[in-house]
């Protein structure tokens, strides 16, 4: 690492984590979670940065050279097509497959897992995931144990195997020579998010929440163990930096509070309880409303969460977890998509007058920046924050 990028790197990182600390760092740190929209500055098409790893992290170098960021999310595709088709993926449409060429990626959700199957999924999870729900989500493993389903499963290990690799080989890359700093370094979720995203669906739990509550229950018992070990598997050991949690069924009105407080909230505390135990602090990704569950999660330890704002009121963040968790967000997504820049510029400045004097506050968007957001609403995010931000 040259030195000039060594220096730019250590500055960064001691800005980003003295906030995530509820210190005041020199500035009010830049963390913008960016996706699509990096492809669009890049001048990729979004089939290229899905199917082409090379093209999806050359996006960030780009990125990297134009913008001066605290914190980076990395690539802006999570999902590599192509090792989605090897094993015939039903659940994902991709530009350039299904969709044309610059569409964003379509999650096609159903019930993947049917109301019969609880008593499997509780009795031994992984038997159950590679017999039954494999096979129903992918259409090359339609017949376990078949001379198909057995390459389609080495093609989709090795596949996974290379996109870990190159990613890996891109973050030394981005350090190394853009100065370029981890927003986070690992991934989990909420056990009912993984019960209620990719197992029940939507429709399913909100029945299952009436039918078989403690078949629910249960189901969220087995997957607290599963996601904790996940999220330090993916954090490699790595400890400074925190977890990312995206956070989805947890938003109101999905649930109501009494359904919140007895299914969402005591799985996903006690996995925030275990990584923060472990060192490992979550970037708690509360997208949509929480602003009826601030009290709750002002119980968790003190600093073990990032509690990002996109729709919960601010002002009510700040008066109950401020000084206990930095804050980080919110402004919003569609106002970099079709406000003008000075907006933007009077946004960022208020955020930073009335949420970050005493330290423990990151500029960020309220969601995830798409393609649709405009490039000089996102330089006006960073240049109000570099010129105003300062302690």
């Not at 669906?201 to 509550?213: A, E, F, H, N, V």
Request: charged fraction near 25%; glycine fraction near 8%.
């Amino acid at each position: 690492m040259a030195d000039d990028k060594l220096k730019l790197y250590e500055e960064r990182k001691k800005r980003f984590l003295a906030a995530m600390n509820l210190e005041k760092p020199d500035k009010v740190p830049v963390r913008l979670s960016l996706s699509e929209f990096v492809a669009k500055h890049a001048g990729y098409t979004l089939q290229e940065i899905y199917y082409d790893l090379e093209k999806n992290i050359d996006s960030i170098n780009k990125l990297l050279t134009d913008f001066d960021l605290d914190a980076i999310t990395g690539a802006p595709s999570l999902w590599w097509a192509g090792l989605h088709d090897a094993v015939g993926a039903k659940y994902l449409k991709f530009a350039g497959r299904e969709l044309d060429p610059n569409t964003q990626f379509q999650y096609h959700e159903e019930a993947y897992m049917l109301p019969e199957d609880y008593d499997a999924f509780i009795e031994n999870p992984t038997e159950w995931i590679l017999n039954t729900f494999l096979p129903r989500l992918h259409e090359e493993l339609s017949e376990p144990g078949s001379y198909r389903a057995n390459l389609s499963l080495i093609k989709g290990a090795a596949g996974m195997a290379m996109q870990q690799g190159m990613n890996k080989k891109a973050w030394a890359t981005w350090a190394a020579e853009y100065g370029g700093v981890p927003a986070f370094t690992a991934m989990s979720k909420a056990p009912f998010d993984t019960l209620a995203d990719t197992l029940r669906g939507l429709t399913g739990i909100m029945l299952d929440l009436y039918q078989r509550p403690e078949k629910v229950k249960a189901a969220l018992e087995v997957l607290i163990p599963h996601n904790i070990f996940y999220g330090m598997a993916t954090s490699g050991g790595e400890m400074e930096f925190p977890l990312f949690m995206p956070l989805h069924r947890g938003s109101f009105p999905f649930l109501n509070p009494k359904q919140w407080a007895e299914f969402y909230w005591p799985s996903l505390k006690q996995v925030i309880e275990a990584f923060w135990s472990k060192g490992k602090r979550t970037l708690f990704f509360a997208e949509g409303n929480w602003t009826p569950y601030l009290e709750s999660i002002a119980e968790l330890p003190e600093k073990s969460i990032v509690f990002h704002v996109d729709m919960t009121d601010m002002a009510q963040a700040k008066k109950i977890l401020g000084g206990r968790f930095c804050l980080s967000g919110n402004v919003p997504n569609m106002m970099l998509a079709y406000g003008k820049p000075e907006e933007v510029r009077d946004y960022v400045k208020r955020l930073i007058d009335e949420y970050a004097g005493d330290g423990g506050f990151i500029i960020d968007a309220a969601a995830v920046i798409q393609g649709d957001a405009r490039e000089e609403n996102i330089r006006a995010i960073i240049e109000t924050a570099r010129e105003y931000g300062v302690y």
